[in-house]
């Protein structure tokens, strides 16, 4: 996909990597971006393509007017999430939920509502950012490790179901990004921006999946060897 003249939808717009996913678009010529976030008025509007709307991913109706609103949409970016900081053994259960239903419940609704409309125009394009956690577990991120893996093989079988219609679908998968989200954290960080210029820069070579940085690249083919040396490995690099 050319990002040039298409009409974009950014979920978590407001913000961090779905900020510079608007900016990015907006740079390569994209004629349209719908900008969302579960509060529109914190959406910077200072070009005219940018079109805030209400979404929120745990609020189905919502999704369902945001995707009445937005009938020409010919690429979904599904960046919106949290995290949480939940365990799965002692962690608050409520919690947890609310990693599963935001990062994999929340964004397939998303996906189901707006996989028509993408097929009515053409096919066009879903990008779901991921996470390197989605392929392993660290210590303190386990609810969201999880969400993440469950979210990656959400989008291998979305990708799958909607290869009929035309709609190609990319995973993008990073460590750490310099936003808010990464707040105290002392590892180190890339640009947000290089997330939105690794994905759109696939999209043009129709790359299913991004690896966006070394330390993805390195999780990438650690995790097909041994599993006891790559945790312990883990262990040592984060901390247990």
Known sequence: MNVQDQIALVTG???????????E?????????????????????????????????????????????????????????????ATLVRGELAEIRREMDTH?????????????ILGANGGGAIVNVLSALSWFAAPG?????????????????????????????????????????MAGYEGPMIPPRQVAQSSLDGLADGAIEVLVDDWTTWVNASVAGDRAAFYARITELLGS
């Open 13 to 23: 717009a407001n913000r961090g990597i779905g900020r510079q996913f608007v900016l």
């Open 25 to 85: 678009l907006l740079d390569r010529g994209a004629a349209k971006v719908y900008a969302t976030a579960r509060r529109p008025e914190t959406i910077p509007t200072d070009d005219p393509r940018v079109v805030p709307l209400r979404l929120d991913l745990l609020d189905s109706e919502s999704v369902a007017e945001a995707a009445a609103s937005a009938a020409d949409v010919t690429l979904l970016v599904n960046n919106a999430g949290i995290s949480t900081g």
């Open 104 to 116: 994999f419940w929340g964004t397939l609704e998303v996906i189901r509502a707006f996989s028509p």
């Open 141 to 181: 991120a386990g609810a969201y490790a999880a969400a993440k893996a469950a979210e990656w093989n959400m989008t291998n079988g979305v990708r799958l179901e909607l290869a009929a219609q035309g709609t190609l679908v990319q995973g993008v998968l990073l460590g750490a990004a310099d936003t808010d989200i």
